[in-house]
């Protein structure tokens, strides 16, 4: 059994169809590379898996457990919503870290909300909160940044803000870890140290969704990659094999257009 598993996803924004009917699978430990035009649905495919967006059609499921059935509204009520979100750990394009907060305390932050509503936590507070600091560091310090605990976002470059925002999602121990397209927003000389912290999760199975333009990394990192347009999938298939032999031909004018 598949670990997600979505099928007949469906979006509109009014009477623009986003999402038109889109079923895929993702297994434990598989890194999946999402690839598209801007406009394909590729990001609001990625929020409606983790019900940022709320799909108008179909089903995801995880570990077989249905999380939205957009014809069951038992699915949809928003404390339930919520939870279910967990399942899911998602990086933006923009960082998103709180300018208030430390690197340490942007990624102990939801840990510690929702230890809050622990029914042990005012007795044992200390001993949680020793526990979620560790864990942070541990993260900060997988990802490279251990001297930069202490550091606000301002004082981070973009890489490493984006790191630290990478440390936060992998704080809550996501079932899937979700990544719209991480190096955007970063200049080309710090794309490089999101996409080696990428690799190393690869390595270590980390189940992934990656909405990328990084068509090497792509390659060369993900198990398999999806091919977006017109908000339907129009290919799929193993990385490599899709990268260098393309079978429809809007893939590969696709492919073609972004070599050039």
């Known amino acids: 059994m598949a670990l997600l598993e979505a099928s007949g996803i469906g979006k509109n924004f009014g009477d623009t169809k986003v999402l038109k009917d889109i079923s895929l699978t993702l297994e434990q430990g598989e890194a999946l590379a999402i690839i598209g035009s ?3 649905g590729k990001t609001t495919l990625l929020r409606c898996l983790n019900f940022l967006e709320r799909p108008d059609s179909g089903v995801i499921k995880v570990n077989g457990e249905t999380m939205w ?4 509204p038992a699915t949809q009520r928003e404390s339930e919503v919520r939870k ?10 923009n960082f998103n870290l709180f300018p208030q907060y430390t690197a340490l305390q ?5 840990g510690e909300l929702l230890a809050k509503e622990r029914p042990d936590y005012k007795a044992n507070k200390k ?4 526990e979620l600091e560790q864990q942070a560091r541990e993260l900060l ?8 605990a202490n550091h606000y976002p301002h004082q981070l470059s973009g890489g490493q803000q984006q790191r630290v925002a990478i440390a936060r ?3 809550l121990h996501p079932d899937i870890l979700c990544f719209d397209e991480p190096t955007s927003a970063l200049d080309p ?7 080696r912290v990428l690799r190393d999760l690869a390595d270590r199975k980390t189940t992934m969704i990656i909405v990328t333009h990084e068509m090497h990394f792509a390659r060369d990192v993900a198990d398999r990659i999806l091919f977006m347009d017109g908000g339907v999938v129009v290919e799929e298939g193993p990385a490599k094999q899709l990268i260098e032999h393309p079978q429809e031909e809007r893939t590969k004018q696709f492919l073609a257009h972004y070599s050039e």
């Open 106 to 110: 942007n990624v102990m932050l939801a």
């Open 189 to 195: 000389e710090l794309t490089g140290e999101v996409l």
């Open 69 to 72: 059935d957009a014809a069951d």
């Open 141 to 148: 310090a997988q990802m490279g940044l251990s001297e930069r």
């Open 127 to 130: 001993a949680i909160q020793a």
């Open 38 to 40: 801007s406009g394909s």
């Open 84 to 93: 279910k979100r967990l399942h899911f750990g998602l990086v933006f394009q």
């Open 169 to 171: 999602a992998l704080a």
